[in-house]
Structure formats: structure tokens, C-alpha cells
């Protein structure tokens, strides 16, 4: 086994990180850089340095009684792949996660080969676009991570659809978000596409709030959802955040305390 300063050497020449993962009972990725496990956007390339895994636990504890334990779960957009990593901890039977830059798959993978504090089988990453993903011939999963990435796509109704097609139960869906548009819209722009932050295609989309998902949802065969969170961006006044969870099976999100939208 590597030592601590082996793997810190390791996990600082694959950076920047946004996510901190645990590797070790007393290691993670974001200790490489600090004690704490914390660090500064901007002395990581403007990127944040997140511990997710808990928020995620939360989430499907109140879904399910028994974890994921028998699920399937779907990753979109994994970045180094902390969900699929606490999916497999919560007995999840098979994890996937996606990406479509090299940068984070090759960490996810780095994290998979030397994480110890939790089995890492059953868990597989691969660079992938997200229109690709039905050539895949995936089997469905019960429960798909949509976080990141809706606001990076230049058809983000299409390729929401490509994940929803592949969702049995459950998806858990996170997105920036415009701040001050009337909700209803989807407000076009245009992003930086070598930054390893944003997306990959150039023209990206905004949401102007949750309403705008209502049809959307629906569309692609979910018959409930909840809104968790809309908020401003308090860096960034014109922009926001949205979490909100749907689900194709009746009743599935009754255990959240949390305006519904349909």
C-alpha cells in the first residue's frame, strides 16, 4: 500500500479537485491539499473543493428504507465519481458514472484503484458524451444523478432524455440556474469550453426556475417532483441553484417535506 505522501503526490499531479473523497478512514483526496480538507477556489484553479457524500446519503435515506441496496445507479457528468463511490457503500449492486472530459474519469479511476475505506467492485467510469449515451445499450437504473450538466448542453431537453430513458425509479436533479428572469424559460448562452468547469459544447442553456422543469418532467415520463432547493448564487447575483428530485413510481418522494411541483 502507498503511503499518505505517496498518494497526496499522486492525487495533487491529477488537479484541480471538486471532489473530496474519502480513501482512507483518516485520508481523503482533499486533505492532499490541506489538513482540513478544505481549499480555496482560487488556489484551485477556481475550482471548488466539495465533501458531497453526506448531502447524497441524506437524499436516498429518505427515499428508501434499506439504502440502495439492489439499485442500479446512474452518474451523469461524475466528475471523480463521489456518488458512485457512496452508492456502492449504501449497497448499491452497480454504479456508472460518465463524463466527458478525460480530467475527471482519470481521477475517479485513481480514486478506485486506492480507496480503502470503502469496496470500490461493482463501480465502473468511462468518458462518454451525453449524447452518446444510448449507443451504450445501458440497462436501466433505478436512480440517476442529473447534477452539473443540464446548464452546460446546447439541447438539454434531449440529453435529459437520453438520462430519463435509462431511469426506472428516481432521478435527483441539480442545476445552475438564471436569477431574476421570470421562471418558465430556458435563457441561451455562450461558455468557455476549455475550462474544465464548464461544458464541452459552447452554447449552453439556463433554466429561470423550477416551473420551466414542470413540463419538461413530464414529458419525459416522471409522474411526481419536488423542489428542494432554488436559491440565489451569493457570488454571482444573477445566477441561482435548483435541486429537485422526480420520480416515475407514485408516492416514491412522499417521505420529503418540500413544495411539490406536480
Not at 458531497?52 to 435515506?61: N, P, Q, W
Not at 474544465?196 to 459552447?202: A, H, I, K, P
Not at 420520480?247 to 420529503?256: A, R, Y
Request: proline share 6%.
Amino acid at each position: 500500500m502507498k503511503s499518505i505522501e505517496q498518494m497526496s503526490e499522486e492525487i495533487r499531479s491529477l488537479g484541480p479537485w471538486h471532489h473530496d473523497i474519502p480513501l482512507t478512514e483518516q485520508f481523503s483526496t482533499g486533505k492532499a491539499f490541506a489538513a482540513s480538507g478544505t481549499l480555496e477556489r482560487d488556489a484551485n484553479h477556481n475550482v471548488s473543493l466539495l465533501a458531497l457524500a453526506d448531502s447524497f446519503r441524506s437524499i436516498v435515506d429518505t427515499i428508501y428504507d434499506d439504502g440502495l441496496k439492489g439499485k442500479r445507479f446512474l452518474d451523469c457528468a461524475c466528475n471523480a465519481g463521489v456518488y458512485c463511490f457512496t452508492a456502492r457503500e449504501m449497497e448499491a449492486d452497480f454504479s456508472f458514472g460518465f463524463d466527458a472530459r478525460d480530467h475527471w474519469i482519470n481521477q475517479a479511476n485513481w480514486v478506485k484503484s486506492h480507496r480503502t475505506v470503502s469496496p470500490t467492485d461493482r463501480i465502473q467510469f468511462s468518458v462518454c458524451d451525453l449524447y452518446d449515451l444510448d449507443k451504450r445499450n445501458l440497462p436501466l437504473f433505478d436512480v440517476t444523478m442529473f447534477k452539473g450538466i443540464f446548464y452546460h448542453l446546447p439541447d438539454p431537453v434531449a440529453g435529459l432524455k437520453k438520462a430519463a430513458d435509462l431511469t426506472r425509479e428516481v432521478l435527483i436533479f441539480n442545476s445552475q440556474t438564471s436569477w431574476g428572469d421570470p421562471d418558465g424559460y430556458l435563457l441561451p448562452g455562450l461558455e468557455n469550453v476549455t475550462s474544465r468547469m464548464s461544458g464541452v459544447y459552447g452554447l449552453n442553456w439556463r433554466p429561470t426556475g423550477p416551473k420551466v422543469m414542470t413540463p419538461i418532467l413530464k414529458y419525459l415520463g416522471f409522474c411526481e417532483a419536488k423542489l428542494q432547493t432554488f436559491r440565489q448564487n451569493p457570488r454571482n447575483p444573477e445566477l441561482g441553484r435548483m435541486e429537485l428530485y422526480a420520480t416515475k413510481v407514485p408516492g416514491l418522494l412522499d417521505k420529503f417535506s418540500v413544495p411539490k411541483l406536480f
